[in-house]
C-alpha cells in the first residue's frame, strides 16, 4: 500500500526518478473498476514509497465532489532484492497503523497484502503487490471495506501489475 492515500504512516524516500505517467493506468480504465470517479487529481512522485526506489509514480483519481478517491503508485527498484525490502518495510508500516485490519485478497504478483482502517469517519482499503523489481500499490477511501470494493480493488491492481510490466 504505497499509495498517498494508503492506510499506513511513511517518510518518503529522498532518492528516486519520475516513472512516466503512462506506467499507471488512465481514468477510463480505472472507471471500469469505480465508475464514480470522474477525474485525475494528481500525479507525480509518491511520497510514501518505502525503501529505496529509482523511481516513483502516484496518481489519484475523485468523484466528482471529492468523497471518493482512488490512487495507485507504481515503485521501480534497482533490483528484486530492494523492491523485496520495500515491500515489507511498507506492509510493516501498514500492520502497525492502530485498528488496521488485514484483509485477504487472491495471489498478485509474488506477495500482496490489503489492510483497512476507519478514520475520522472514512475508511481506506489500500493494496499492495510485490512483482519483481515493482511494488504497485492501490487504495480507495470513502468506499466501504465490502467484498465487492475489495473485489474491484484487487482487479484493479491486478490491471495495474499488467500494465506496469508492459510499460
Do not use: C
Amino acid at each position: 500500500m504505497t499509495s498517498a492515500t494508503a492506510p499506513r504512516i511513511a517518510q518518503p524516500s529522498a532518492t528516486g526518478a519520475l516513472l512516466p505517467r503512462d506506467i499507471v493506468i488512465p481514468l477510463n480504465e480505472v472507471q471500469t473498476f469505480f465508475p464514480d470517479v470522474t477525474q485525475e487529481s494528481t500525479t507525480g512522485w509518491n511520497a510514501t514509497a518505502s525503501g529505496s526506489p529509482t523511481a516513483t509514480r502516484s496518481v489519484a483519481y475523485t468523484s466528482g465532489d471529492g468523497s471518493k478517491k482512488v490512487t495507485i503508485s507504481a515503485d521501480a527498484y534497482a533490483t528484486p532484492a530492494d523492491a523485496s525490502a520495500g515491500y515489507q518495510q511498507a506492509v510493516e508500516l501498514s500492520r502497525a497503523v492502530p485498528d488496521v485490519k488485514a484483509v485477504p485478497v487472491p495471489s498478485l504478483g509474488e506477495q500482496a497484502f490489503a489492510g483497512s482502517v476507519t478514520q475520522n469517519g472514512q475508511t481506506h482499503v489500500g493494496l499492495g503487490v510485490l512483482d519483481g523489481t515493482m511494488v504497485v500499490g492501490a487504495t480507495i477511501a470513502g468506499y466501504e471495506a465490502t467484498p465487492e470494493n475489495i473485489a474491484r480493488l484487487t482487479d484493479l491492481a491486478r490491471a495495474e501489475v499488467a500494465a506496469a510490466k508492459n510499460r
